[in-house]
Each structure stands twice: as structure tokens, then as C-alpha cells.
């Protein structure tokens, strides 16, 4: 089976912007979940989907949003990019939630000048 | 939300040597992943260790969740180890959220 894949892989965008990553879960797996990672914060938890729903969000601004598709495959964006948004964005997908093991894809690393 | 730590934050080894890297965490967890970050930043899946031992090769990890620790060994160290280990619980709504500690940076030397 094909792991999770996240385009773009890299990215580099400017102040004020907006952006969209993409991620595609594992075949067969029905919820994405999104973290940020940066030298500063760590990993730190966005999103996640469900079946289309967002079933659970961290404590970030509203600039900060996603959206999954009916073959759970995700995007999520970022508009007003600020230079605090550079950072490694993760996906990861699982098969059964609550307590299903979560797989990563390889990140989209953006940078915000 | 529950609080992650991970100790020691650096470990330096030599090829060969044994680790052992610890994780607590403050509130009860049905769930816990170990996870290593390579140096290209993916996240690779070691274990799903809600409680008791597990092994895989050189790796195994055992959890007492009455306790509130985890713990992962590496024995046989190997370059190729080196990276971030991190451990994940998952937060106070949901198994979905995980919740991660600062990482072990593990440096395997030659």
C-alpha cells in the first residue's frame, strides 16, 4: 500500500498570501489529522477530518482552515500568511479513530518571506 | 490538555551502545506512539504501546499506564538511529489529538 503523500513538498510564499497543502491518506483510511511543526512551538495539533467532517481543531487562528473530500483526501489552508507560518506542516491519516495507530507523510516544508 | 515530557533531550552514542529513552505523561492515556523523526523531517511509526511491551528488532518499548511512563530501548545503536524520538499520547478529547513531548535528539556516532 502506497504510505500518505503531501504536495507540495516545499514551498515558498510572501507575507500576506495564502496557501494550500494537500494530503492523501493511506487507501482505506478515513481520517487525516494536520500538526505544525516549528523550531519554537514543536509539533502541535490543527485538525482533524472525519468522513468529510472536522471533528476536532486546535487552538489556532482562523486563518488556519481544511477541508476533506468524499475519497478523504485533504487540503488545508493558510490565508494572510504571516513570516510565523514557515514551519513543517505534517499529515497524518489513520483507519479507525478514536484510538487508531497514525501514519505521516514526509511534510510540506513552507517558507514565508 | 495532558503535558508530555521526554528525557534526557540529548543523547550522544556510540555504534553499539544501548538507550534508553523515557516518556511521562501527566493524566491516564488509552493510547501511546513512539514515533522517530528522520532527518528530512518524516515522521516514521516505531510503536502503538498503550500498555505493556512490545518488540520489533532492535527496538522495543514498554508502557505502565497505571504509572504514567513510557519507555523506549534501543539496543545495537547504528547511524542510522540517529534522529528525533518522540512520544505521543494522544490529547484529553480524543485519541485523534496527539500529543507531543520536546523529543530525545539521538546522535549515533561511528
Known amino acids: 500500500k502506497a504510505g500518505v503523500t503531501q504536495t507540495p513538498r516545499y514551498l515558498i510564499k510572501t507575507r500576506g498570501q495564502q496557501v494550500t497543502l494537500s494530503c492523501s491518506p493511506i487507501s482505506g483510511h478515513r481520517s487525516v489529522s494536520w500538526y505544525q511543526q516549528t523550531p519554537g512551538q514543536g509539533l502541535q495539533f490543527l485538525f482533524e477530518?472525519?468522513?468529510?467532517?472536522?471533528?476536532n481543531k486546535g487552538n489556532f487562528p482562523g486563518r488556519f482552515s481544511g477541508r476533506q473530500f468524499s475519497n478523504s483526501r485533504s487540503e488545508m489552508n493558510v490565508s494572510t500568511l504571516e513570516l510565523g507560518d514557515s514551519a513543517l506542516y505534517l499529515c497524518?491519516?489513520?483507519?479507525?479513530?478514536?484510538?487508531?495507530?497514525?501514519?505521516f507523510g514526509p511534510g510540506t516544508r513552507l517558507l514565508v518571506l | 490538555g495532558i503535558q508530555v515530557e521526554q528525557s534526557p533531550p540529548d543523547l550522544i552514542l556510540q555504534e553499539g551502545a544501548n538507550s534508553t529513552l523515557r516518556c511521562n505523561f501527566s493524566?491516564?492515556?488509552?493510547?501511546l506512539q513512539w514515533f522517530h523523526q528522520n532527518p528530512w523531517g518524516q515522521l516514521i511509526n516505531l510503536f502503538y504501546?498503550?500498555?505493556g511491551t512490545k518488540q520489533n528488532g532492535r527496538l522495543s518499548a514498554t508502557t505502565v499506564a497505571t504509572e504514567r511512563y513510557s519507555l523506549l530501548y534501543i539496543s545495537s545503536s547504528q547511524t542510522t538511529d540517529s534522529g528525533v524520538y518522540f512520544c505521543a499520547p494522544p490529547g484529553e478529547t480524543s485519541g485523534s489529538r496527539l500529543t507531543f513531548g520536546e523529543g530525545t535528539q539521538l546522535t549515533v556516532n561511528p
Open positions: 504501546i498503550p500498555s
Open positions: 497524518a491519516s489513520s483507519l479507525a479513530q478514536p484510538e487508531g495507530t497514525q501514519y
Open positions: 493524566d491516564s492515556v488509552n493510547n
Open positions: 477530518y472525519f468522513s468529510e467532517t472536522q471533528r
